[in-house]
């Protein structure tokens, strides 16, 4: 069974930094690209960052670009998003996705989601 269980996220204030985990089980990185993503209330889930199975990364928002990054473990099996200099704005609930092949910012392309976590940045 394919699955992604994902790790990490909280209460941080403004400026501060959070590391999200997503760790993969019956499949391999070598196969497939990860993607994470964010919904606030009442917003649509937009694609953040992606990683591909060669370890390109690609950067969907130009908000996070210079503070959020994403990465592998391919022995771990498992895709990080760091968080610095997190802003009040950043506030939503944060997925990690998986799909074959390239990257995409489109949710409804990725078939494998994680369970969600919620991440809160207070002023």
């Known amino acids: 069974e394919v699955q992604l269980v994902q790790a990490g996220g909280g209460l941080v204030q403004a400026g501060g930094s959070l590391r999200l985990s997503c760790a993969a089980s019956?499949?391999?990185?070598?196969?497939?690209?990860i993607g994470w993503f964010r919904q606030a209330p009442g917003k649509e889930r937009e694609g953040i960052l992606c990683?591909?199975?060669?370890?390109?990364?690609?950067n969907y928002i130009d908000s996070t670009k210079g503070r959020f990054t994403i990465s592998s473990d391919n022995a771990k099996n498992t895709v990080y998003l760091q968080m610095n200099n997190l802003m009040p704005e950043d506030t939503a609930n944060y997925y990690c996705?998986?799909?074959?092949?390239?990257?995409?910012?489109?949710?409804?392309?990725?078939?494998?989601w994680g369970q969600g976590t919620q991440v809160t940045v207070s002023l």
């Open positions: 019956g499949f391999t990185f070598d196969d497939y690209t």
């Open positions: 996705a998986a799909k074959p092949y390239s990257c995409t910012g489109l949710a409804t392309l990725y078939p494998t």
């Open positions: 990683i591909t199975t060669s370890g390109v990364t690609l």
